[in-house]
Structures are given as structure tokens and as C-alpha cells.
């Protein structure tokens, strides 16, 4: 039982670049989360996806896309990386009545 | 806009101690109230939650104070070991916004022998 899965791990990026983070959850979930966290600030919302189809904006949306096509994968773009996107970025995701699952996280540094 | 204010930043407590993590929020709509573990290079996980209708949960040394009235919510770590040095995420969710978790800062707390 994998759980909640993230591609890549660990990602280096020059300015500019573009690049797209991958989730994908084996628990049937409707809800999918990707966060950042950053020291001292918590985990915060960038965007959120309620099932299948949908997307929504979270507390810190700018500068990221996001996709949700099939219910097991929600995927974060970065369509021109900034060194203020640097920062470790977690996925998670939930059912009606279970708790939030994480994956592992993946570490992006913007040079 | 800090939602959830959680508090303190870092503890340092000894072997045997009790650790204690405080959080207040400010969003009445909020029913769901986790604590979140999370060691270095890893995703958090969840270690107890409370919902408002009752004061008090406890899950072996872990234990969740719930205030509603004060709208505040405390985490108790009996007998901490050095295990339990990790960092800690106190967090609340809206069932009306898709049950999106609200985080706290963060306490980072180590266990001395």
C-alpha cells in the first residue's frame, strides 16, 4: 500500500524553468492537497482539488497551476520557477470522513 | 492571516518530562482539530485529533485539551523520549471549504536525556 506518492524528491531549477511535480494516491480519495513549507511558516495551501476535474485556489496560488484529470493524480506546475518558490513541497490527500495522508515531500531549490 | 497561532516555536524538554504545545485559532466554523508529527525528510503524519464535542482525547501518552470557549487547543506529551523529538503541527479544518487543513507554524521540540 504505497499511499500517497511524489515525483520528484529533490529537484534543482534554474530561474525561469518550468517543471511539474507529480502526486498520485492509491486510497480513492476525493481530496488532494499540495502545500509548501517553508521554516517557520507552517505548511500553506497553494491549491486544492475537491475530485476528479476540479481545481481551486488555496492561500498561496501564485505563480502555480495545477491539474487534476484523473482522480488518483494532481499535478503542480511551475511555468517559470523564482528562487521565492524554493521551498519543500508536500502533497496530501484525504477521504470524506479519514485524515489527511502525505507523501514524502519534494525538495525544490530555484538557483 | 494567521488562522491557527500555535505556540512555542522550539522546546527543549528532558527525558521523562511532559512537553506541552498550545494552539488558539480564530475561525468558529472549524470542527476537526489534528496534530500533526513530522520528522526531518519526512511528510507529515497524523498523531491525534479532537473534534469539539468533547474536552479531552487521550491515546497513550498524547493527549489533545480542547477549549472551545477560549477557542484554543493543547497538545500533552507524557513521559517525552527521545523518540518523540520531532516537529509538531498543531491544525483545524472547515467542513464547508473542503475540509482544508489550516497548519500552525510549527513547534519543533527535542527530548534531552
Known amino acids: 500500500n504505497a499511499g500517497v506518492t511524489q515525483t520528484p524528491k529533490f529537484r534543482v531549477l534554474k530561474t525561469g524553468q518550468s517543471m511539474t511535480l507529480l502526486c498520485a494516491q492509491d486510497?480513492?480519495?476525493?481530496?488532494m492537497y499540495w502545500y509548501r513549507q517553508d521554516p517557520g511558516m507552517g505548511l500553506r495551501l497553494i491549491h486544492y482539488?475537491?475530485?476528479?476535474?476540479?481545481?481551486a485556489k488555496g492561500e498561496v496560488p501564485d505563480g502555480y497551476n495545477v491539474s487534476r484529470l484523473k482522480k488518483q493524480n494532481f499535478l503542480l506546475g511551475l511555468e517559470s520557477a523564482a528562487p521565492s518558490q524554493t521551498s519543500v513541497y508536500f502533497c496530501?490527500?484525504?477521504?470524506?470522513?479519514?485524515?489527511?495522508?502525505f507523501g514524502q515531500g519534494t525538495r525544490l531549490t530555484v538557483v | 492571516q494567521q488562522q491557527v497561532k500555535q505556540s512555542p516555536q522550539s522546546l527543549i524538554v528532558q527525558k521523562g518530562g511532559i512537553s506541552i504545545i498550545n494552539c488558539a485559532y480564530e475561525n468558529t466554523a472549524f470542527d476537526y482539530f489534528p496534530w500533526y508529527q513530522q520528522f526531518p525528510g519526512k511528510g507529515p503524519a497524523l498523531l491525534i485529533a479532537i473534534r469539539p464535542d468533547v474536552s479531552e482525547k487521550k491515546e497513550g501518552r498524547f493527549t489533545i485539551s480542547f477549549n472551545k470557549s477560549a477557542k484554543q487547543f493543547s497538545l500533552h506529551i507524557m513521559d517525552s523520549q527521545p523518540g518523540d523529538s520531532a516537529t509538531y503541527f498543531c491544525a483545524a479544518s472547515n467542513p464547508r471549504t473542503a475540509s482544508k487543513l489550516t497548519f500552525g507554524t510549527g513547534t519543533r521540540l527535542q527530548v534531552t536525556l
Open positions: 482539488s475537491v475530485g476528479e476535474g476540479t481545481t
Open positions: 496530501a490527500s484525504r477521504g470524506e470522513m479519514t485524515e489527511a495522508f
Open positions: 486510497m480513492n480519495h476525493e481530496y
